[in-house]
């Protein structure tokens, strides 16, 4: 009799065991829980984390994330108000703000992302579309000249920003949040995560922008050019003013130098002039003589006056 008992007894334990198995179920702090019986939700979701209980084998517990998430979008291809073609790369967080209705419109994450796809990628294209590129760069108003040809300029030749990116992202925002409410979906952030111009375009730009760094540059140069034209015109002209200030201190003093020179032949001569036409004979001998000169002088000459002897031979 009691060896009949013991296989009852063990498939008891089992079924106790089974039942209590699918009678309890765990809720981590990241996650958040919504029972579903035959398809169909039931009560309220679980966010509290610990053991919590359900009917068994009725009643299944979906998890669900708790926790911020990230969408990043891939880049796209759009066009501008003003058909600047360009690559817009952007980025959002989100949460599951109302996990009944998140569990009937999308049940996974993945469709989650996916539809968050078409609303973030759809507004963001429509947004893009509505402003000018230079709206979509800049993330101020504030005005800043541009250079001519620049190809953030307007047809009027100057930047006039009505919107920023920080307002359009916004924009962006308010909108995609209204779509995801019906997916128990919280859109909380919103960025521009890259804008780039389309490969063509790019490389347009870069031209441009290399021309325009060129003529620059040869600006630059010109003008120093012209300004080291001008230091070496003032270096010339001072030079030369110094040189003339010199020659004409040199020549003051050469001027001095001949009239105190003159001055001393004068009182020299006037002192003894025979002495004087004596010794100015001999330097001028001196200067004109030498061991290979041939002179034919007249007996007359005043230049042979000194070199006759008292007795010519005879």
Known sequence: MQKAAIPAIVILVLVVVLVAANSVYVVKETE???LTQFGEVV??????????????FLQRPNYLEKRVLEWDGDPN?????????????TFARWRISDAKQYLKAVIFEDAAQSRLDDILDGETRNAVANHRLIEVLRNTTRE????????MEDSAGAV???????????????????RAESLGIEILDFRFKRINYEEVVRQQVYE???SERQRIAAEYRSQGEGEAAKIAGRLERDLKQITSDAYRQAEEVRGT???????IYAVSYGADPEFYAFYKTLQTYEKTFD???TVVLTTDGQFLKYLQLADPPE
């Open 32 to 34: 958040q829980v919504v």
């Open 43 to 56: 009560g309220e979701p679980i966010t509290e984390p610990g053991l919590h209980y359900r009917t068994p």
């Open 77 to 89: 291809e759009m066009t501008s108000k003003d058909r600047r073609f360009i690559s817009v790369d």
């Open 144 to 151: 800043l000249p541009t250079e001519a040809g620049s190809v």
């Open 160 to 178: 006039s920003i009505q919107y920023g990116r920080s307002t359009i992202a916004a924009e962006v925002l308010a909108k995609a949040r209204v």
């Open 208 to 210: 441009r922008m290399r």
């Open 257 to 263: 130098a001949d009239a105190e020179a003159a001055r």
């Open 291 to 293: 061991d290979k000169t």
